[in-house]
């Protein structure tokens, strides 16, 4: 499911019971992002992956975000020009973890 407003959360929250996020852009996926949602899957109920805005990649953000949502792995995503870590995205997800790709 690809959101179009960050309200879905805050009208939806307790539904997702442990909720897990994660981002990035996402130009490409390799065999080691797969991996990475799974096991960001198995530590919650709920994935929820933020794909950066236009800004960040190559690809339009429309686009990264279909190729992230049929990941089976992924429950929900959503664009944003806002960094990962901002205070209002995090205000309006409110996830119980975030959880990071290693670098």
Known sequence: MIL???????????????LVLI??????????????????KKLGDTLAV?????????LR??????LVSAIKHVDIVF???KDIGSKSIME???PDLFYMFPH
């Open 61 to 66: 953000s429309r686009k990264r975000a279909e």
């Open 50 to 58: 933020h794909v950066a805005g236009e800004k960040k990649g190559i």
């Open 92 to 94: 309006k997800i409110k």
């Open 79 to 81: 664009i944003s020009n």
């Open 23 to 40: 981002g990035g852009i996402f130009n490409a996926l390799y065999a080691e992002q797969i991996e990475f949602f799974e096991k960001a």
């Open 4 to 18: 179009n407003s960050l309200d879905y959360f805050s009208k939806n929250r307790e539904k997702m019971k442990k």
